[in-house]
């Protein structure tokens, strides 16, 4: 429920001088739109009477079906710490798309993970999720146009003079606190020009809702620094890749139910089949959590990230892992996500997968304590270590294979969803790159 009513709303935009609301949703690919209104239309926004032409929408609806109408969560109401230069300020709400007869919108992103929380509810569960998003700051051409020259030399925690990037990334997160984040820890990555800022963990939706709004920040604040702020999984050929590890627990009643104290790793039943669930749909979900042609770039072995179906509280090269915090902060962290995945439909699969585990008892496999990149590839065969899918292809095809995850999505998302990635791969599969020029064209 929200804990702000209309009237507050309305208020506080009166009390901050707010001219201009962005009325915010994001399209089935992730995408954040816009739909903007002046302060003398807020309350009718609030009233939910505010229509958009669906059609335009990547994935939304066909021609003859076009109205949506935007129902605002009045919790989402904030101010961007930015003013434009008409004077005034611009708040924001993020909406929940509904049709003209008053039903949410099945393909609606926000709507498809409210059905997965819904699923959890009735089981007695309210999930948290707190994300690590990663980013890279590339330089601009003289033509405004972004580069992937980094604009700095920076490795894994550095400060300046290294970090040059330091900057931009203190304004994106003294930014991010004005607009009611909670912060808890922002530093250098591994690669040149990549950076990390984590937030506090919050119930699902909230935690959605802050990573489509930490993107939008983070690009309009390196813009101010003349810099491109990209979630590109991998930018640069030979460097590490940016990821958003998602932390995820379950409670019931204010308690962790993912929290033993007597078992030797301090994890419940519950939180052992919750594993098994994700690690059984881990191929399906990773065309969702991992959703571009660029995505699987990333995903391959030497460069810090996931790519083997298993699970430890103490290894980082498997695609769960267990961190070290145990009572209220026991929680499950899957590692293959990357920051292009829309935060809504991948939180959805994730939990739909974990409760599946926990609904039919779903044992996960034994834990791995063994680096596996190190692994032979007979070592990996005989520990039944498997691999996620290699390409954006592959991964539809093992959606296309799983009802449960198909069921989490709905129709609709999934058919629009599928459509534009097999597009995607066509014409990336088609295409002549720079590399097949640069191997064959003077050999051959």
């Not at 990773?286 to 042609?293: A, G, L, S």
């Not at 915090?325 to 959805?348: C, F, I, K, W």
């Not at 709905?410 to 969803?417: D, I, K, S, T, Y």
């Amino acid at each position: 429920m929200s804990q702000l009513c209309k009237e507050d709303v309305l208020q506080q935009a009166e009390e901050l001088d707010v001219k201009f609301i962005r009325l915010q949703f994001t399209d089935i690919l992730g995408v954040i739109k816009n739909v903007a209104i002046t302060v003398e239309q807020l309350e009718e926004a609030l009233d939910g009477q505010i229509m958009f032409d669906g059609s335009s929408i990547d994935g939304f609806t066909r021609i003859q079906e076009s109205d949506m109408y935007l129902k605002p969560d009045y919790d989402t109401f904030t101010i961007f710490p930015w003013r434009p230069k008409t004077g005034g300020t611009v708040a924001r709400l993020i909406c929940d798309v509904y049709t003209p007869d008053g039903e949410p919108f099945i393909g609606g992103p926000r709507n498809v993970l409210q059905k997965a929380l819904e699923e959890a509810a009735e089981m007695g569960y309210e999930m948290y999720v707190g994300p690590e998003p990663e980013f890279f700051l590339f330089e601009k051409d003289e033509d405004g146009n972004p580069t992937t020259v980094t604009n700095d030399q920076g490795g894994y925690f550095d400060l300046g003079p290294a970090d040059t990037g330091q900057d931009a990334r203190r304004d994106i997160v003294l930014a991010l606190e004005k607009m009611g984040f909670e912060m808890e820890a922002s530093h250098h990555e591994v690669a040149p020009g990549q950076h990390e800022i984590d937030f506090k963990y919050s119930d699902a939706l909230t935690t959605a809702d802050n990573i489509a709004t930490f993107r939008f920040v983070t690009k309009a604040i390196a813009n101010e620094h003349g810099l491109h702020a990209t979630f590109m999984p991998k930018p640069i050929f030979g460097e590490n890749g940016s990821g958003m590890h998602m932390n995820q627990s379950l409670f019931k009643d204010g308690e962790n139910v993912f929290y033993d104290p007597d078992d030797e790793l301090g994890l419940s039943q519950t939180a052992y089949y919750y594993i098994g669930g994700l690690l059984k749909h881990a191929k399906a979900i990773t065309p969702i959590t991992n959703p571009t042609v660029n995505s699987y770039k990333r995903l391959v072995p030497g460069y810090e990230a996931p790519v083997y179906l298993a699970w430890s509280a103490s290894n980082r090269s498997a695609l769960i892992r267990i961190p070290a915090a145990r009572g209220a902060g026991t929680r499950v962290e899957m590692r293959n996500p990357d920051p292009s995945a829309n935060p809504y439909l991948a939180t959805a699969v994730m939990l739909k997968a974990g409760l599946d585990g926990i609904k039919n008892k779903i044992e996960p496999p034994k834990e791995i304590v063994e680096n596996i990149f190190a692994m032979e590839t007979g070592e990996k065969e005989e520990a039944g270590i498997e691999s996620l899918p290699g390409n954006i292809n592959e991964a539809v095809q093992e959606l296309l294979a799983n009802e449960l995850i198909q069921d989490a999505l709905g129709e609709h998302v999934l058919e629009h969803f599928v459509e534009a990635k097999q597009i995607e791969w066509d014409i990336y599969r088609t295409q002549v790159h720079q590399w097949e020029l640069d191997e064959y064209l003077k050999v051959y």
